[in-house]
């Protein structure tokens, strides 16, 4: 199983980007998809998740801020974000709860991380 992000890079304050995430390999289903953040010297945190049904959880930190979408049955998330901060600065990885083929499930899959730097 593997976990594709794209999307980050240097934005003004103020300014917006769009993560992607797309996973694949030999899923069965997946439960729910969603993003964290990383900073040097900090624990990985919560940014925001989606369930297969559609529900939806956002640290507090980005909401009215942040937006997640996307379709779980077609293994792919997004994260829109607005009204960037320099406090949002990190390294951004998608995750993954799901159940592989050989019916073991994991909430352990992780993407390769992005960048967002906001800076003038």
């Known amino acids: 199983v593997q976990l594709q992000a794209s999307g980050g890079g240097l934005v003004q304050p103020g300014g917006s980007l769009r993560l992607s995430c797309v996973a694949s390999?030999?899923?069965?289903?997946?439960?729910?998809m969603g993003w964290y953040r990383q900073v040097p010297g900090k624990q990985r945190e919560l940014v925001a998740y989606?369930?297969?049904?559609?529900?939806?959880n956002y640290a507090d930190s980005v909401k009215g801020r942040f937006t997640i979408s996307g379709d779980i049955a077609k293994n792919t998330v997004y994260l829109q974000m607005s009204s960037l901060e320099p406090e949002d600065t990190a390294v951004y990885y998608c995750?993954?709860?799901?159940?592989?083929?050989?019916?073991?499930?994991?909430?352990?899959?992780w993407g390769q991380g992005t960048q967002v730097t906001v800076s003038s």
């Open positions: 989606m369930t297969g049904g559609g529900s939806t």
């Open positions: 995750n993954a709860d799901l159940v592989d083929y050989m019916g073991t499930r994991s909430n352990d899959y």
């Open positions: 390999g030999s899923i069965f289903m997946i439960n729910d």
